[in-house]
Nanobody
Framework: QVHMVESGGGLVQAGGSLRLSCVAS????????MGWYRQPPGKQRELVAS???????NYADSVKGRFTISRDNAKNTVYLQMNTLKPEDTGIYYC?????????????????WGQGTQVTVSS
């Protein structure tokens, strides 16, 4: 089992910055891709950015040039630096990890999600 905990959300004015962090803990063998998703009010969850274990990065078009995803493999942590925030960036931000973990009989490959952190950008 793997536990994901996000931090760093909050209320910020348009044009401001926030940095989100997400730490994975538990009986981890390895972590493959990690990513950030968001769910705007009344909308479906969408991918914001992802990063593979080898450092390959993808961004949603709406955040390119403003957001930066990074990870610290030694700390099982993924970050999202968000600059030049816009009101449309408002939503609940979730981190996700594709992880291999130890089980009673071997290992298991699953996707794990954090509980979400609220980001609100005022105009």
């Amino acid at each position: 089992q793997v536990h994901m905990v996000e931090s760093g959300g909050g209320l910020v004015q348009a044009g401001g910055s926030l940095r989100l962090s997400c730490v994975a803990s538990g009986r981890i063998v390895s972590i493959n891709a990690m990513g950030w998703y968001r769910q705007p009010p009344g909308k479906q969850r969408e991918l914001v950015a992802s990063i593979s274990s080898g450092g390959i990065i993808n961004y949603a078009d709406s955040v390119k040039g403003r957001f930066t995803i990074s990870r610290d493999n030694a700390k099982n942590t993924v970050y999202l630096q968000m600059n030049t925030l816009k009101p449309e960036d408002t939503g609940i931000y979730y981190c996700k990890a594709a992880a291999r973990s130890y089980t009673l009989i071997g290992t298991s490959d699953l996707d794990y999600w954090g509980q979400g952190t609220q980001v609100t950008v005022s105009s």
